[in-house]
C-alpha cells in the first residue's frame, strides 16, 4: 500500500519541521561544485562538478545516519564539507548549535575536537613513519589535553578499548593487519572525546570476519560513549546493521532519507529499489526466486547533469514530459519518510509490471 | 567426465623467511556449464589455486604438485608452449581490477583483436567484426564507436564488460573469474553478474568465481569450496552449505555477514587474525580462531569427510555430527527468526 500522501514541503521546510533541538547537526542545502578550468596562466572556470547540489538532513545525538550511493555520488565530499575539510559553495553546516559553515581556521579549531574522521583504507590513512602512540595521541597533544604521562596513559587506554594491546603503542603501522589498522584509526578518532564521528567507508577494505568485529567495535563503543556517527558506505547490509536512519544518495542529491525500518521494508524512490534488488542475499532459494531491478548504463556526470529528476534517464517509471522537466522536491511519507520522486513506489516488492508502470503519481 | 580435475593441488613459494604453503592440498572438480565458488578470506589461496591452475605463477621460487587435469592433459606437466595454447582459448581468466588488467596505452579494439589472432588464423578485418560483436554481446552501448576508445574513457563496469568480452574471443570452455565485481557498485555488479550468466548459458562454459562475498555465491554458484589457510574446508552443492553448513568457519563466514533479510544486533565475529602460512598452525589450522576447539584439533588434522555419507558435501572438523547439525540450526534459526 502507498503510504498517505501529505504535503509536499520544500526540502527546508521538511527538516525544519522535524527540528526539536535534540539534532547535534543540521545541514541545509548543501552544496560543493569543483570548477573544471581551462587555460594554464588565466584560468577560465568552463564548467563545474557539481558533487554535492543540495542536500539537506539532520542528526540527532546518539544516533547513526547511514550514507549510501555509489562511487561519485557525492557522499565522501559531502563529508569534507561538513568536517569542513572541503568548503561549501553553498548551505548552511549548524554543529551543536552553532552555524560552522564560515568559520575561519582559528575560530574552526574548538569544533575539530568534536568531530573526527575516520578513513577507508587503513594503509593510507596512518602514517607509516610515526608509531601508533604518536598518531592516536597527536590531537591530544594539538590540543593541550593533558601532560606527557597523561597522554601516554590515555592512549594506552585507548587502545585497550579498541582491543589492541597497550603494549603496542610503540610499534609502526606496518607491523599491525588490516583490521587492527582499522581499530588504530578507531583510537585516534576517540581519542579527544568527539560529540560526532564521520566514517568514511570504514569497513569496505576489510574481510568479512574483520568486518564483523569492527562494526561490532563501533557499536559498542557507541553504546558506552554515547557517539554520534555518520556511517558512509556503499554496502547496503552493512548500512542496515549500523545505521538508525538511512539517506540514499545519487548524483549528489538525496533522493531517500527514512528510518531504516522504512528504508528497508518500503523504499519509495525507484533508485532504493533498484539498489536493494540488486545486493546479493546469502541465501542460494531467495537467490534464485527474487526479482531483480537491473539498472541501465551508468550515473551521468556531474558535470551535466539531466533534467529535470537526476534519475530519469535510468529510471524504470520514467514519465516523459514530466520526470525530465520538473525537479521534484522531497516528498513526504509517514514516519519521517522522505523521498524525491514524482511517482513514488506504491508498495515492495513490485512485479515487473508494476514497476513500470506506477498507479498514479504525485503529479501536478 | 569432469571439465576440470584438481587433484590435491599444492603450491609452496620460496622466500627469504621460508617456504610459504599458499595452497597445501586441495581438490575439486567442475562440469561443462556449471559455475563453481570458491570463498576465503584474503590470504586463503583462493587466487594461487587459480594462477596455479593457468601456469601463471612466477617460475622461479614456485614448486607446484598435484595435479590438474582438464580435458584429459594435466595442466601441470604440460610445456609452456602447449599451456599458451589452451591459455586465452580454452580457458580465460577475468582479474579482479579492470583498470591495472586492461593496457591503457592501446584502444580496446587492438587489445581484442590482438587476443582473437594470437589464438585464430584470421585477418585483421575478420578479428575486428568478431571484436565488435563482442562488444556488443557483453552490452557496450555504441560498441561501433567505443571500440576506438582508450581504457581510460570507459567506467569501472563498462570496463569490466571489456575484460568479459576479452575472455570471451574465443569462446573458452572454463573461465576463471577473480573477484570479478570486488571493486563494482552494487549496481554494476547486478548487470556484470546477470551477463555472466547469461553469456554462460549461451556458450555452455563452466566459470570458476573466486570470491569472498557469500552473497555473490548464494546467486551464481552450483557448488562450493570454502577454503581456509591454503586448505579445503568445507565443500558442497550451493543449498546444501547454505541450508546445512558444516564447518565452524563456514559458520563465521555467514554469521560475520550483516544481511538485508535479517536484523541481529551483533554480527558473530570470528576472532583474531589469519594464521601466517610461513608457520600454519598444528592440528586444525582454524582451531586458534575455533569456539568449538577440542584437545584433537590441536594435534591432529581433520581430513575432508562426507557428511551423512553424501559425497558431494564434505567437510573438515573433528566436532561430532549431532553438535554439528545443531549449531548449523542454530545458526540459521538465528538469522530465521529474527527476519521480520
Known amino acids: ?202 569497513v569496505s577494505a576489510l574481510d568479512v570476519s574483520v568486518q564483523a568485529q569492527i562494526l561490532n567495535l563501533l557499536k559498542d563503543l557507541q553504546s558506552s560513549f554515547g557517539l554520534t556517527y555518520i556511517f558512509i558506505a556503499h554496502d547496503l547490509n552493512v548500512v542496515r546493521h549500523i545505521s538508525d536512519r538511512v539517506m540514499v544518495m545519487y548524483l549528489g542529491h538525496a533522493v531517500e532519507i527514512a528510518p531504516k525500518s522504512r528504508l528497508y521494508a518500503e523504499p519509495k524512490h525507484p533508485y532504493t529499489g533498484a539498489l536493494l534488488s540488486a545486493v546479493p542475499v546469502p541465501d542460494p532459494e531467495a537467490a534464485r526466486t527474487k526479482k531483480k531491478i537491473v539498472l541501465e548504463g551508468d550515473v551521468p556526470s556531474p558535470i551535466n547533469p539531466p533534467s529535470g529528476c537526476w534519475f530519469h534517464p535510468r529510471c524504470p517509471r520514467f514519465r516523459e514530459g514530466h520526470c525530465d522537466v520538473e525537479t521534484p522536491p522531497l516528498y513526504s511519507f509517514s514516519d519521517g519518510q522522505f523521498a524525491a520522486c514524482h511517482y513514488p513506489l506504491e508498495r515492495w516488492p513490485l512485479t515487473e509490471e508494476e514497476l513500470r508502470h506506477p498507479s498514479s503519481g504525485r503529479a501536478s | 567426465m569432469a571439465l576440470l580435475e584438481v587433484r590435491d593441488l599444492k603450491t609452496h613459494f620460496r622466500t627469504d623467511d621460508g617456504i610459504v604453503k599458499a595452497v597445501d592440498g586441495v581438490s575439486f572438480s567442475i562440469e561443462k556449464g556449471k559455475t563453481l565458488g570458491i570463498v576465503g578470506e584474503s590470504g586463503s589461496g583462493k587466487s594461487v589455486t587459480c594462477l596455479t591452475i593457468m601456469g601463471l605463477n612466477p617460475k622461479r621460487n614456485t614448486i607446484s604438485s598435484g595435479e590438474a587435469i582438464f580435458n584429459g592433459q594435466n595442466l601441470l606437466t604440460m610445456s609452456s608452449s602447449d599451456l599458451r595454447e589452451i591459455r586465452g582459448n580454452d580457458i580465460a581468466m577475468i582479474f579482479q581490477d579492470p583498470m591495472t588488467s586492461l593496457n591503457p596505452v592501446h584502444r580496446i579494439g587492438h587489445q581484442l583483436v590482438e587476443a582473437i589472432q594470437l589464438h585464430r588464423d584470421v585477418s585483421k578485418k575478420q578479428a575486428r567484426a568478431r571484436a565488435l560483436e563482442l562488444l556488443k554481446a557483453v552490452g557496450i552501448p555504441r560498441a561501433e564507436r567505443r571500440i576506438d576508445d582508450y581504457p581510460h574513457q570507459f567506467s569501472g563496469g563498462m570496463r569490466q564488460r571489456v575484460m568479459i568480452a576479452m575472455a570471451l574471443v574465443n569462446d ?95 554480527l558473530v565475529q570470528i576472532q583474531g587474525q589469519p594464521p601466517s602460512l610461513l608457520n600454519p598452525p598444528r ?57 521480520s
Open chain 1, 1 to 202: 500500500m502507498a503510504a498517505p500522501a501529505t504535503d509536499v514541503a520544500p526540502q527546508e521546510t521538511a527538516y525544519a519541521a522535524e527540528h526539536d533541538g535534540s539534532d547535534l547537526l543540521v545541514v541545509e542545502n548543501l552544496k560543493k561544485h569543483f570548477p573544471v578550468t581551462r587555460g594554464i596562466i588565466f584560468q577560465k572556470q568552463i564548467a563545474a562538478v557539481k558533487a554535492v547540489d543540495g542536500v539537506s538532513f539532520s542528526v540527532r545525538q546518539g544516533e547513526t545516519l547511514g550514507v549510501v550511493g555509489e562511487s561519485g555520488c557525492g557522499k565522501s565530499t559531502m563529508a569534507r564539507c561538513i568536517m569542513r575539510l572541503l568548503d561549501a559553495t553553498d548551505g548552511r553546516i549548524v554543529f551543536d548549535g552553532r552555524d560552522i559553515t564560515r568559520l575561519s581556521r582559528v575560530e574552526m579549531r574548538p569544533f575539530r575536537r568534536e568531530m573526527m574522521m575516520i578513513f577507508q583504507d587503513p594503509y593510507a590513512s596512518l602514517n607509516p613513519r610515526k608509531r601508533v602512540g604518536f598518531i592516536v595521541a597527536e590531537a591530544l597533544e594539538v590540543h593541550k589535553l593533558g601532560t606527557e604521562a597523561e597522554i601516554k596513559r590515555r592512549v594506552q587506554e585507548l587502545l585497550d578499548v579498541v582491543g589492541l594491546n597497550p603494549e603496542h603503542y610503540n610499534r609502526f603501522p606496518h607491523e599491525f593487519s588490516g583490521g587492527q589498522r582499522q581499530r588504530i584509526g578507531v583510537a585516534r578518532a576517540l581519542a579527544v572525546n568527539p560529540k560526532l564521528i564521520v566514517c568514511d567507508e570504514p
Open chain 2, 172 to 266: 573458452p570452455d572454463l573461465l576463471i573469474a577473480d573477484e570479478p565485481t570486488t571493486a563494482l557498485d552494487v549496481t554494476t555488479q547486478a548487470q556484470i553478474l546477470k551477463l555472466m550468466t547469461t553469456l554462460q548459458r549461451e556458450f555452455d562454459s563452466a566459470i570458476i568465481m573466486i570470491t569472498h562475498d557469500l552473497g555473490v555465491i548464494a546467486e551464481i554458484a552450483d557448488d562450493v569450496v570454502v577454503m581456509y589457510a591454503a586448505r579445503v574446508a568445507e565443500q558442497g552443492n550451493v543449498d546444501a552449505l547454505f541450508t546445512r553448513p558444516q564447518h565452524p568457519y563456514t559458520w563465521g563466514l555467514l554469521g560475520s555477514l550483516p544481511r538485508l533479510d535479517t536484523d541481529v544486533d551483533r
Open chain 2, 283 to 339: 592440528g586444525c589450522r582454524f582451531h586458534p580462531r575455533c569456539p568449538y576447539v577440542m584437545g584433537i584439533c590441536k594435534t591432529e588434522e581433520p581430513h575432508l569427510m562426507p557428511v551423512d555419507g553424501d559425497r558431494t558435501h564434505t567437510q573438515a572438523c573433528h566436532l561430532d555430527q549431532t553438535t554439528k547439525d545443531r549449531e548449523a540450526e542454530k545458526l540459521l534459526a538465528g538469522t530465521m527468526a529474527e527476519a
